[in-house]
């Protein structure tokens, strides 16, 4: 339970975070409303087949998840967190209306096609297309304004605490931040999508603006009491002046015997020499000549020639722990998969009673509502008894976390080939194989595969998060706290490249591909195959980085852990702090 400390500012606190949290929430409900159920309103209203329609999705997902890294960017180089999360309010609010248009405008999309038939005979026109993709981009612009600075910005109002306090509220906010993001995806995935499969999409897709117009007046209500820092961390172009640097300086030979060795170094910084892992870097911040190099006050004469060891240090931090965040890129591409799944869900018995039956999109939900159990369990449950039996504090490493997710996403993916086997054979069995929409009898049996795939976010989409926190300068929070959602927009794009793959590869005049828009006549089962076994081979690549990598700075300690040892330290004013230069002795 989050309480409110003594301020020394009235400003921000725990009111401001209320206005934050609601803001982040209600633009995940509205903005999960639309994308979950989306395969379905692109097949019946847009003439489009399976494999055209989630590539779309494919790529609506990564360029949502992308948007966030370029938000975080221009927000701390340029405007500003405030700034930022508004303008992603705004533009989302004018793609969601836009895209609710589409639905009461008959000349939008392909006329010819009933609100829910099952196959469309026309294509949608190329100005029909094009709008549809401003829409969706619209969105993934606003998307990436919100999210990329939300958690951030609720952080920048818990500034200037003693340490400890600070790391026990600041552990609270991400708790309680994840937690309601979660359970408003959760609330899209289940309530949305079957008010769009009663009501229609004119009513389904009319909710998501209402919510997105709730979600805008709560962000801008609270403008009076927010903590606005100022756009002042510019790292990508510290990063190109560490490499710029480099390279200018590439003849200097490194000698880290050399006692006369100078560095150039931040006034007042923990580190005065670079250390010793991608060596080649060095030599952006050796000092060849100080009267040249450095002005009299201490800074650098040309920053493009000569770095500090920080600047140095950070792209190092980054460039390292690039190979694990690759490895859970498959991980996330498992859960791209939510299109295939649908339409799979759609041919199976969902009904809990005879009257009631759960839509085809809601069991997405699912996935969350396994991983956030998963997650309690293990907090809760799991930890505390392993630590009772063994005697002492027992938790896995973050590293251990990673590489067990990546595991059991592979074990989810045969679980959902051998499922998806047996829901073929039993369409060829009854004899509707060649009606793709025909209902079969076979319950949806699909919660295996969730619970295991929920399991692995719990672990390696939670592990990763965490790792880059923990492992990432303070100064490249930013950065740290994105990094999973450039690996959600990367694993989209291989995602959509398999399904090209897939598509074109087989597929002909007397053979179906095996994502072919009759689920009942391709072999999506083949398809899963495939994921389980790239994700076994992801599951030893992944060995071979975690070896490579060496021990976790963070150790077992968390966020907590690393905020209690001073990384996380409340003073950000100090960058006017001028430059100086140490030997390596």
């Known amino acids: 339970m989050i309480t409110e400390p003594l301020l020394s500012n009235p400003k921000g606190g725990i009111t401001a975070l209320f206005f934050i949290i609601a803001n982040e929430a209600l633009e995940r409900l509205a903005s999960f409303g639309l994308s979950t159920n989306m395969i379905m309103y692109l097949t019946r209203e847009y003439g489009m087949d399976a494999a055209s329609g989630a590539q779309i999705l494919f790529l609506y997902s990564a360029a949502g998840n992308f948007m966030p890294i370029i938000g975080a960017f221009l927000a701390d180089t340029y405007v500003g967190r405030y700034p930022m999360i508004g303008f992603g309010c705004i ?296 630590s009772k039996i063994r005697g002492k504090p027992t938790r896995l490493g973050l590293k251990q976390k990673i590489g067990l997710g990546i595991l059991v996403s592979a074990a989810s993916m045969a679980v959902l080939a051998i499922i998806e086997r047996v829901r073929r054979e039993t369409t060829i069995r009854e004899g509707i194989s060649d009606n793709p929409d025909a209902a079969m009898h076979m319950s949806a049996m699909l919660f295996p595969f969730y619970f295991l795939l929920g399991f692995s976010e719990a672990m390696n989409g939670v592990g990763q998060n965490e790792f880059f926190y923990t492992e990432l300068p303070k100064s490249m929070s930013s950065v740290a706290s994105n990094l999973f959602s450039i690996g959600l927009s990367a694993a989209s794009l291989v995602a959509s490249f398999i399904v090209s793959v897939v598509r074109g590869f087989i597929s002909g005049e007397n053979q179906e591909s095996w994502v072919s828009s009759n689920i009942n006549k391709g072999h999506y089962d083949y398809y899963y195959w495939l994921l389980a076994t790239l994700g076994f081979a992801t599951f030893i690549y992944y060995l071979a980085c975690s070896k490579a990598y060496g021990p976790c700075k963070g150790g077992q300690g968390g966020i907590a852990g690393v905020v209690r040892e001073g990384s996380a330290d409340d003073d950000d004013d100090d960058d006017d702090d001028d430059d100086g230069y140490s030997t390596l002795s």
């Open 91 to 386: 533009t989302s609010l004018l793609g969601m209306v836009l895209l609710w248009l589409t639905t009461i405008i008959p000349e939008a999309r392909v006329p010819s096609c009933a609100q829910f038939s099952s196959k469309c005979n026309n294509e949608a026109t190329t100005p029909q297309l094009l709008f549809l993709y401003f829409c969706l981009g619209l969105m993934s612009i606003g998307a990436g304004g919100i999210r990329s600075c939300s958690l951030a910005f609720g952080a920048d109002q818990l500034r200037k605490r003693d340490s400890l306090k600070y790391a026990g509220i600041l552990e609270s906010f991400f708790s309680w931040y994840y937690v309601i993001s979660s359970a408003s995806v959760f609330i899209s995935m289940t309530c949305l999508v079957y008010i769009q499969d009663a009501l229609g999409w004119k009513v389904g897709f009319g909710v998501p603006v209402v919510l997105m117009i709730l979600s805008t007046l709560s962000f801008f209500l609270a403008s009076p009491i927010y903590v606005k820092p100022k756009a002042k961390a510019n790292w990508l172009v510290g990063f190109a002046r560490v490499l710029v640097a480099s390279f200018r300086k590439r003849r200097i030979e490194l000698c880290s015997q050399n006692p006369d060795e100078l560095y150039h170094h931040g006034k007042g910084s923990a580190l005065v020499v670079p250390s010793e892992r991608i060596r080649f870097l060095n030599r952006a911040c050796v000092i060849t000549n100080p009267e040249e190099d450095l002005m009299p006050n201490g800074r650098a004469s040309d920053p493009w020639c000569l770095c500090t060891v920080d600047q140095v240090e950070e792209l190092k931090a980054l460039i390292k722990v690039i190979p694990i965040w690759s490895t859970g890129m498959l991980v996330s591409v498992n859960v791209c998969q939510n299109s295939f799944l649908l339409l799979q869900a759609s041919t199976m018995n969902r009904h809990i009673t005879s009257k009631f039956e759960i839509p085809a999109g809601s069991f997405y939900a699912f996935l969350l509502l396994s991983s956030t159990i998963w997650i309690a369990l293990y907090d809760r449950v799991i930890i505390p008894l392993a």
